[in-house]
């Protein structure tokens, strides 16, 4: 079956420009996470979706950082104003429950490079 | 405070050699689960092998395997017969007790297989 999606793969902007990064995760999967990863750093936790849940969005570096997530599949994780900090890759996960573990790992797509120049 | 440390930053195996890469945790939760996951250059992250810490055996997944001392807190990912296709960035990370949502990651291992 199909993976986690991200679109676009790459995305370069000038600074102070709006983007949307926009995520599909694997068919049945309860739970979503954004991720960020900067060059050389370990995975940065964003925001994660379960269900109907209110979202945990503890991660989010600043308000600028914003991100939905449509009919519990699809999800758009938005950036306004962009700073040439919030370069990096940014992740989206999927898992088929909330507690991950073995038989629920996290699975990961492929990302989105996000070079703000 | 949880954590986990990476202390290689980088390693070289020949191919078919057996390589270890480290991991240790720290965490205050007795119950918890640890995971390694593999970044080729592709960019996917791609889910190796899980560790319960309630679990009497070492994990095992084909050419994988993890070496949990509980006691030393250590995690290490055992790769046997290393091949071409390992070449990666490999990341372990906790799940604890009391958050199941956010893992918590190393900065990872960069794994250079050489022919």
């Known amino acids: 079956g199909a993976g986690v999606s991200q679109s676009p793969s790459n995305k370069v902007t000038e600074k102070g420009k709006d983007v949307e990064l926009r995520c599909d995760p694997i068919s049945g999967h309860t739970a979503l996470y954004w991720y960020r990863q900067s060059l050389g750093q370990g995975l940065e936790f964003l925001i994660y979706?379960?269900?109907?849940?209110?979202?945990?969005k503890s991660g989010l570096p600043s308000d600028r950082f914003s991100a939905e997530r449509t009919g519990g599949s699809v999800s758009t994780l938005t950036i306004q104003r962009t700073q040439q900090e919030d370069s990096a890759v940014y992740l989206c996960?999927?898992?088929?429950?909330?507690?991950?573990?073995?038989?629920?790992?996290?699975?990961f797509g492929n990302g989105t490079r996000l070079t703000v120049t | 405070a949880q954590k986990i440390t990476q202390t290689q930053p980088g390693m070289f195996v020949q191919e078919k050699e057996a390589v270890t890469l480290d991991c240790t945790y720290d965490t205050s939760d007795q119950s918890y689960g640890l995971f390694w996951y593999k970044q080729p250059s592709s960019g996917e992250m791609i889910f190796l092998i899980y560790q319960g810490s309630y679990d009497e055996q070492n994990a095992t997944e084909g050419r994988y395997s993890l070496n949990f001392q509980k006691a030393r807190k250590s995690a290490n990912l055992v790769i046997s017969a290393s091949q071409l296709g390992d070449s990666a960035m490999y990341f372990c990370?906790?799940?604890?007790?009391?958050?199941?949502?956010?893992?918590?990651w190393g900065l990872g291992t960069s794994l250079a297989v050489n022919p």
């Open positions: 979706f379960q269900g109907n849940s209110a979202p945990d």
């Open positions: 990370a906790m799940r604890g007790a009391g958050n199941n949502r956010k893992l918590i």
């Open positions: 996960a999927s898992s088929l429950v909330t507690r991950v573990s073995r038989h629920s790992p996290l699975h």
